[in-house]
């Protein structure tokens, strides 16, 4: 099982690194995109999926990250120093909206986080004279690497993939550490946690900062990707398009980004492009096939190898019980 594990991500990093040298530009752009908010819903699968916390806020984290990283290239520091500070004040925020959830949980906090996300994306709109309001800012330079320039879409690509994997790996480390185990305890039973000894007003809190750093990274890697941003990327519908992709790849899998975040990137635009009669209908038609997908994997599409599993477990269960029924009737029979 484990060689075919090492062969499938083999062959998943050998087609990260080959297939978009034969791709044009925009699909070029279209895997950057992906893997940009494969790095936001990384963070949001961490609060949602393994602290069990509800977050509609996703986004104001992704547009602070963006904004910050813009302002300071403005001002004139280098891309390296200006996404850190990004990261650091999505996390101090991130502990912020985490105090209303040592109070209110579910639906409730669903709410708390949703009007978060209104506050700061208001904020951006009419605070001019630091966002641009409406206008955003446009010109945002990408970052080099050793003297070598990431203009081309190919070149940011790779940079993007390398940043991303590096998120990846510390997010996988993290998840191993005890850090890692108090996450998932926490989300299981909060009050045998707290009883075994873990902080959960901490975890809580963490959780949510953690989750908002990785979105301040993804919206660094935005803001460079697309050269323009203004608030209208970082609406509420933004944020809950992330959610979607947690719960459709598998929130608490942690592939799950991957999967959710190809499914709310490249498949609409696949739609859009299988047949010139769905090129006006393809949302609706994506619409319907993410509630069919949901209604036939509720837990999400990683979730699908343990489906079969069980399914395969209760049919030889099913077989075991019928052969030792007809075992006893022949034994009955015989005497």
Not at 12 to 27: C, E, H, R, S, T
Not at 118 to 129: I, K, Q
Not at 290 to 310: A, N, Y
Request: net charge positive; glycine share 10%; with cysteine.
């Amino acid at each position: 099982m484990k060689k075919i594990h090492f062969l499938i991500a083999a062959a998943f990093l050998a087609f990260m690194l080959i297939a978009p040298v034969f791709m044009k530009n925009y699909g070029v752009y279209l895997m950057s995109l992906w893997l940009v908010f494969v790095v936001a819903t990384m963070g949001l699968n961490l609060t949602v999926g393994y602290a069990g916390q509800k977050s509609l806020g996703q986004a104001a984290f992704f547009g602070i990250g963006a904004y910050t990283v813009a302002i300071l290239l403005k001002a004139g520091l280098s891309w390296y120093l200006a996404t850190p500070i990004g990261m650091l004040l999505c996390f101090v925020m991130g502990l912020i909206l985490g105090f209303p959830a040592l109070r209110v949980q579910t639906i409730y906090l669903a709410f708390a986080t949703l009007g978060f996300n209104t506050a700061v994306w208001l904020f951006m709109r009419n605070e001019e004279w630091l966002t641009g309001g409406t206008f955003g800012f446009n010109g945002i330079p990408r970052p080099d690497v050793l003297g070598f320039s990431l203009k081309g879409n190919l070149a940011y690509y790779y940079f993007v993939l390398l940043v991303s994997a590096l998120a990846l790996l510390l997010l996988w480390l993290l998840l191993r550490s005890p850090w890692g185990k108090a996450f998932t305890a926490l989300r299981d039973n909060p009050i045998r946690a707290e009883s075994l000894g873990v902080n959960t007003r901490a975890y809580t809190l963490l959780s949510f900062a953690i989750g908002a750093a990785y979105a301040g990274l993804a919206g660094a890697l935005y803001a460079s990707l697309v050269d323009y941003i203004d608030p209208a990327s970082f609406t509420v519908g933004a944020s809950i398009m992330m959610y979607l992709m947690v719960v459709i790849g598998g929130a608490g899998y942690f592939l799950g980004p991957l999967v959710g975040a190809l499914v709310g990137i490249i498949v609409p635009e696949w739609i859009r492009d299988v047949a010139p009669i769905l090129s006006n209908w393809y949302l609706p038609v994506f619409g319907l096939t993410v509630v069919l997908m949901l209604i036939w994997l509720p837990d999400g599409l990683m979730s699908l190898p343990d489906r079969l599993k069980e399914k395969k477990l209760n049919k030889n269960k099913a077989q075991a019980l019928a052969n030792a029924a007809q075992n006893a009737m022949n034994s009955g029979v015989s005497k």
